[in-house]
């Protein structure tokens, strides 16, 4: 149920909540590294006998993983400040708007998110439910990109990338010594941006502009930029710019298909004005990705043209597979040559 040394919170309230809190600590305390519960019930007790030798397990459970609170919690920033990975919610079916309320709090974050309903109520005579926690597990949000499909997902930007990067050294090494010649600065321009679980981490690219904005005090490009050096407006037309990424795919802090990370002044403004805007964060940022073969690139001058990027940057996390990956690499590759000789592309792509 927990992946392997997850950090976990567990919010119980309704008739049961003491029973499942029971159950699922007594079932999976060896599979996170610790659990939080926030509940308006009192600690549970440990259910084995005092000469079971497991409910000596259990009580030192209590004593070093796992915490109880029963005071009023921000949930959003509650999860944010204790860097939970998966939120466990436990309810009767008759308090819907209790769960809704709990969700709506973690738009905004990149939490798994998983509901254990009571049925203490529910005649369950011939049911079955899952052996391993003796409680049914509804999952509301995952996060697609763990275990192995997750792994071949790594293996392929790896595998990519260094193939892009053997293949393209020449040209690679052309634009280096173009951008040294024609203006000064560093070849490589780094820039704070948010990845995986909303960490930040230095995004690579070629220099194109005269300037060398980063944290809180970025600029976004507009057409006709003045900004933009003559080799700078070539390099972005093609996006021979982002080529220095795939070695952030190499370091891990990128993939080669996912959501593109922002800078990060802008996703602190977004994420108060687009709901759910931060769980794009949720799997490692792309050098391309859904929004991007939907012609949603380059600048974002309004909330508009913001939440229709966030829009496919959701939609490909929630339908993700490696197919849809190899699909957009595909349609990448043809709209960048499709730009470079004026040729006319698809509309919309899922």
Known sequence: MFDTKEKVLLIAQGSNSEDAINKILNKEHDKFSECLVYTETKQ???????????????????????SFTSKPIDLESFVS???????????GLDQADQLNHWVTELNNTTTTIKFIPDLSKVNLASSQVDASTELPVISIRENP????????????????????????SPLLLFVALGIKLTSPGPIIFRQKRHGFNGQEFDVYKFRTMSVCE?????????????????IGAILR?????????????????????????HPVNLNYRFKTEIDGFWSRHIGVPGITGLAQVNKCRGETATVEDMEKRVHYDLEYIKHWNILLDIKIMFLTAYQLTASIFKINTIQEVY
């Open 44 to 66: 549970p007790e440990s259910n084995y006998e005092n000469n079971d030798k497991r409910s000596n397990v259990f009580q030192e459970l209590i004593n070093q993983r796992v």
């Open 81 to 91: 400040e204790n860097k939970i990975e998966s939120v466990y919610i436990s309810l």
């Open 145 to 168: 990109f763990k275990g192995f499909k997750g792994l071949i997902k790594r293996f392929i930007d790896i595998l990519f990338s260094l193939t892009i990067i053997s293949l393209l």
């Open 214 to 230: 980063n944290g809180n005090n970025v600029t976004q490009a507009t057409k006709n930029d003045p900004r933009v050096t003559k």
């Open 237 to 261: 037309k093609t996006s021979i710019d982002e080529l220095p990424q795939f070695f952030n795919v190499l370091e891990g802090t990128m993939s080669v298909v996912g959501p593109r990370p």
